[in-house]
């Protein structure tokens, strides 16, 4: 099981952006998809975006699309997440997990390794 420290979270302004990252402490396999996902107060934990670590393929959800990107750097074992043009509504906690799940995982119970996640908050 791989372990995932989330960094790069903080306060910004909307229309501002952030760049989150995720650390792996292990090597990550190739089969491994990883992702974030994110969960604001009295919510429920929701997709952001994923990738294939090998391939480099990317998903990401409708709300975020042309806004978040999602890359990965394999020489570094570290995941990260653009976010660009940000409003109040992307505020929220943002997870870094992993799965070795088929397919593209969207469901956060596809995923089997989490980090403890990063605040983000975007004032208005």
């Known amino acids: 099981q791989v372990q995932l420290v989330e960094s790069g979270g903080g306060l910004v302004q909307a229309g501002g952006s952030l760049r989150l990252s995720c650390a792996a402490s292990?090597?990550?396999?190739?089969?491994?998809?990883m992702g974030w996902f994110r969960q604001a107060p009295g919510k429920e934990r929701e997709f952001v975006a994923s990738?294939?670590?090998?391939?480099?393929?990317?998903y990401t959800q409708d709300s975020v699309k042309g806004r978040f990107n999602i890359s990965r750097d394999k020489a570094k074992n570290t995941l990260y997440l653009q976010m660009n043009n940000l409003n109040p509504e992307d505020t929220a906690v943002y997870y870094c997990a992993a799965t070795s799940a088929w397919g593209t995982p969207l469901n956060r119970l596809d995923y089997n390794s989490w980090g403890q996640g990063t605040q983000v908050t975007v004032s208005s």
């Open positions: 990738i294939a670590w090998n391939s480099g393929a990317t």
């Open positions: 292990g090597r990550i396999l190739s089969m491994y998809k």
